[in-house]
């Protein structure tokens, strides 16, 4: 087992690990530490790193070395990322791959630093303005959070769209034992200019058929909801009530599941690791005779709830009842959650749909 | 005897701007002093959002479409990444100077060696010219329809000017004009040192060029054209603020 390592720090030496060239960002706690590690780690390496003056600036510099062809990356924390937004919506506009990493602090506005979910329904709808999506991988620990980021990347060049890396501040802060992945290549992307103009066919947004562009788009979506949906599960056949969380939340409830268990109820999780595309398979193996899902979120109004229930609607019996145990912030304790479920199952409290 | 131009080969497709429109002759002077230095195939035109946007359509050499106000941003990452290719930020006064005025300064005081061209139309032409920081004391725009009030606006910005004084590791700052042969001529000196300038790893350079917009000025070409040399020049004076330094 590899050493232990602070997860902000793991997610930016996994980035360069994966071939990172390029990276630009702004300071903001509960990431902070991601743009200070790569401060001394890239030019070291002989990379590209920018403190730049803004969110905005930031993922603007993503956006010239994205065309540029090279693997390049940005992170910040929740109000932060609203800031990028314009940008991002600009990369999707251009088919540009990028990774940002979300290290997300619960709150509206200038927010808490308290650990949360509330950024879920902003970072798998796309975000900015426009009619698109971005890959969206959330880790539930340290090494899988260092696996996501290269498997980021990669889906991102693979598809010509966005990726990010929805993590939360009790993730970026804690420590754990992690294996780092081999260095890879840095290279850059064959579609990347670089003012010899070998590259004629590129578009400009002015001369663009919109509509044929739109079309592709979503054909290209609707091939990664196909092939790249993931998740942990367990005890699905047999589960009465399926408890669906991600992230942290996600590894808490995967705890609470295996005591509950140990009490004689028959309950099932499904972790989604993908948001963006939502893990909807993930549900075609529940018990056909499940009597609930139950949401657990670190938010307060529910979120992912929604995405549950489109889901059921879509693929099962949408008449199911779903529950949201949403915690408003912090990581939900194994207890809590234990407790809450029990509440549900006498009947205690009501549906959301 | 006068010199016949050539039209430089990067120049393909006609851009449509409005007649007497300062634009062209800039698109113009930029693709003439890529093409005598022998910068075609070794350039990126980055552009921002404005009339002059209509110009990726029409130029035949790497170029890229930024957001509003972020060229300079965009430009940051284009040269760190390819250090020797030549880095033209095209943008308005609204563009960089407005909007994007963050990023602006924050290249320049930066030092990134990018070349940062803005044409100052004294108005946002695109839209439909509404007041913009270069907007000149009681000039009428569509958002300032009774006069710019710089008692409640503030007085137009001298960006050439605040960087040569304030950011002294600037390597080269201009601002020129469309508005006369000779005023042609000098504004092409000044965006060919910029580059040179670049070229050499010198550092940022700028140039400003002060542009007739007759089309929202409400005027002909002729009489745009004259506001420059008359109007604008007053407050706008032309010349080189910060020059190479001989090495
Ligand atoms: C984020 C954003 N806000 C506003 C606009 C609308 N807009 C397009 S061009 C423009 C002004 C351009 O003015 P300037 O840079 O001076 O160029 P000009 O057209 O005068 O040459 C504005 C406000 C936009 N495209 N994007
Ligand atoms: S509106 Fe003004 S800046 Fe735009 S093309 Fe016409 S004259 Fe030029």
């Not at chain 1, 590894?251 to 009490?263: D, F, K, L, P, T």
């Not at chain 2, 030549?86 to 005081?109: H, V």
Request: glycine fraction near 10%; hydrophobic fraction near 35%.
């Amino acid at each position: 087992m590899g050493d232990m390592i602070k997860g902000n720090h793991a997610i930016a030496e996994a980035a360069l690990r994966a071939g990172a060239e390029f990276y630009a960002g702004y300071p903001i706690t509960p990431s902070t530490e991601i743009v200070e590690y790569l401060s001394e780690r890239m030019p070291e390496l002989g990379r590209v790193f920018i403190q730049a003056e803004s969110e905005g600036a930031s993922i603007n510099m993503v956006i010239g070395a994205s065309a540029s062809g090279a693997r390049c990356f940005t992170a910040s924390s929740s109000v932060g990322m609203t800031l990028k937004q314009e940008g991002i919506s600009h990369l999707a506009d251009m088919n540009l791959p990028f990774l940002a990493v979300n290290v997300t602090r619960y709150g509206n506005g200038l927010g808490t630093l308290d650990t949360g979910q509330s950024d879920y329904n902003r970072d798998t709808r796309g975000g900015g303005s426009g009619d698109y999506r971005n890959i969206v991988l959330s880790p539930s620990g340290l090494q899988e959070a260092v696996d996501l980021v290269g498997l980021a990347f990669d889906l991102a060049d693979k598809y010509r769209v966005g990726a990010i890396l929805h993590t939360e501040a009790a993730l970026g802060q804690m420590m754990e034992p992690c294996d780092m992945p081999e260095f890879r290549e840095v290279k850059r992307r064959e579609d990347g200019i670089n003012g010899d103009y070998t590259i004629k066919n590129r578009v400009s947004p002015l001369t663009a058929d919109r509509r044929k562009e739109a079309i592709e788009l979503k054909e290209r979506y609707e091939i990664i909801k196909a092939n790249e949906q993931r998740w942990e599960e367990g005890y699905l056949e047999d589960a009465d009530y399926v408890i669906v969380a991600y992230g942290l939340a996600g590894r808490s409830a995967m705890g609470a599941v295996e005591q509950i268990r140990a009490e004689g109820h028959k309950v099932g999780f499904i972790r989604p690791i993908t948001l963006w595309p939502f893990p909807e398979k993930a549900f075609s193996k529940v018990n056909p005779n499940v009597k609930g899902y139950i949401s657990v979120e670190e938010n307060a109004l529910g979120q992912m709830v929604d995405d549950i229930a489109l889901t059921l609607k879509k693929y099962k019996n949408s008449s199911t009842p779903i529950y949201c145990l949403a915690y408003a912030f912090g990581i939900p304790t194994m207890k809590k959650i234990k407790e809450d479920f029990l509440r549900i199952n006498a009947g205690e409290l009501k549906e959301v749909y | 005897m006068a010199k016949k131009r050539k039209l430089p080969e990067m120049l393909g497709k006609q851009i449509s701007f409005c007649p007497g429109c300062g634009h062209g002759v800039v698109v113009r002077l930029i693709a003439e002093c890529i093409e005598e230095l022998g910068q075609t195939n070794n350039v990126i035109w980055n552009i921002g959002v404005g009339c002059y946007s209509l110009a990726s359509i029409g130029i035949n050499a790497d170029k890229f479409d930024s957001l509003h106000g972020k060229a300079s941003a965009t430009s940051t990452a284009f040269k760190k990444l390819n250090p020797d290719t030549l880095i033209i930020s095209y943008q308005g006064d609204g563009d960089a100077y407005n909007i994007g005025i963050g990023e602006s300064i924050s290249t320049a005081y930066r030092n990134e060696n990018i070349t940062v061209i803005t044409v100052n139309n004294t108005n946002y032409g695109m839209t439909g010219g509404q007041m913009s920081a270069t907007t000149l004391p009681g000039q009428m725009t569509t958002t300032s329809p009774k006069g710019r009030d710089c008692a409640t606006t503030g007085m137009p910005i001298k960006f050439p000017e605040l960087v040569a004084t304030q950011f002294p590791n600037a390597a080269y700052v201009a601002r020129g004009s469309v508005t006369s042969p000779a005023n042609v001529n000098k504004l092409k000196k000044y965006i060919k040192n910029a580059f040179e300038a670049q070229l050499n790893n010198e550092g940022y350079s700028l140039v400003e060029v002060l542009s007739p917009c007759p089309t929202n000025w409400g005027m002909t070409p002729l009489q745009s054209h004259d506001r420059v040399d008359n109007e604008i020049m007053t407050y706008y004076p032309l010349g080189e603020f910060k020059k190479r330094e001989v090495k």
